[in-house]
């Protein structure tokens, strides 16, 4: 259920979990689907040379990348992204992620808390 007051997070108080299926990557989940009612946001950081492996999932993505650079494969195109990049995922698309640069990348990670299609 979804709380019905303001919610204000410190990315850095919130402990980082791995995440399954991926290599030098850890999440925050900042916003839940039980804090919201139509999405949940979550910070993704990913040491130089993590990888998220392919996989897909029936909603869509939004990605904001913070800081690093990262390799997204969107079915079967493959992007490079920085800072102040934005990237739309569609749902059932299979992706997966990179770290390229030589610094730890983080990015912003937004999903509906339904499934898109």
Same mark, same amino acid.
């Given at each position: !259920?979804?709380?019905? =007051?303001?919610?204000?997070?410190?990315?850095?108080?919130?402990?980082?979990?791995?995440?399954? %299926?991926? *290599?030098? *990557?850890?999440?925050?989940?900042?916003?839940?689907?039980?804090?919201?009612? *139509?999405?949940? !946001?979550?910070?993704?950081? !990913?040491?130089?040379?993590?990888?998220?492996?392919?996989?897909?999932?029936?909603?869509?993505?939004?990605?904001?990348?913070?800081?690093?650079?990262?390799?997204?494969?969107? %079915?079967?195109?493959?992007?490079?992204? %920085?800072?102040? *990049?934005?990237?739309?995922?569609?749902?059932?698309?299979?992706?997966?992620?990179?770290?390229?640069?030589?610094?730890?990348?983080?990015?912003?990670?937004?999903?509906?808390? =339904?499934?898109?299609?």
């Amino acid at each position: !259920m979804a709380l019905d =007051k303001p919610k204000v997070v410190k990315a850095d108080e919130i402990e980082p979990k791995p995440v399954e %299926g991926a *290599t030098g *990557t850890r999440i925050r989940v900042l916003i839940s689907s039980s804090d919201a009612p *139509t999405f949940a !946001m979550r910070l993704f950081e !990913m040491d130089p040379g993590g990888h998220i492996e392919l996989h897909s999932h029936p909603w869509e993505h939004e990605i904001f990348v913070l800081r690093g650079r990262v390799r997204v494969r969107i %079915g079967d195109q493959t992007i490079e992204a %920085g800072p102040r *990049t934005a990237i739309y995922i569609p749902p059932n698309v299979p992706h997966e992620y990179w770290c390229i640069s030589e610094e730890k990348a983080e990015f912003i990670c937004v999903i509906p808390n =339904k499934p898109s299609a």
